[in-house]
């Protein structure tokens, strides 16, 4: 009779993140706008709503992932704040939320080019 056992341990998952599934991955704002125009639609739901399926009753203002990696990995916290400021529940699309995104960082990115092109420190990379 031949061996039936497993080479490798049979492992279950339940679910993949949607950041894991896509693999991208931002290390500068130029790369987090760049990424931004193209991700699917599902990417930009997650990081501007996710944080409402968790803790919708913690926080009075929904919050998105983009506002927080800017201003706590980048620093800059000018841009962090305009990006936080987008009332993400009000539109009714979410191309119409990723056009909003994209018009706030393209209207930095022309004030100030040069932070554009900061990295983040190590262990600070967004992923998409």
Same mark, same amino acid.
């Given at each position: 009779?031949?061996? =039936? ?6 492992? *279950? ?7 894991? =599934? ?10 987090? =706008? ?5 991700v ?6 997650? +990081?501007? +709503? ?6 919708? /009753? ?5 919050l ?6 800017? /201003? ?18 009000? *539109?009714?699309?979410?191309?119409d939320?990723?056009d ?19 990295m ?9």
């Open positions: 009779m031949p061996d =039936l056992a497993a080479k490798d341990p049979f492992v *279950f998952y339940s679910r993949l993140h949607l950041c894991e =599934l896509t693999g991208i991955r931002a290390s500068t704002l130029a790369e987090l =706008l760049a990424y931004i125009r193209v699917p639609g599902s990417s930009i739901y997650h +990081h501007t +709503h996710h944080f409402l399926q968790r803790h919708q /009753s913690l926080s009075p203002e929904p998105n992932d983009f506002a927080y990696w800017v /201003s706590e990995s980048l620093g800059e916290d000018g841009i962090g704040e305009k990006l936080a400021a987008i009332d993400t529940v009000k *539109f009714q699309s979410i191309r939320l990723r909003k995104i994209v018009h706030v960082l393209e209207d930095e990115q022309k004030r100030r080019p040069s932070v554009f092109e900061k983040v420190p190590e262990g600070g990379i967004f992923i998409l």
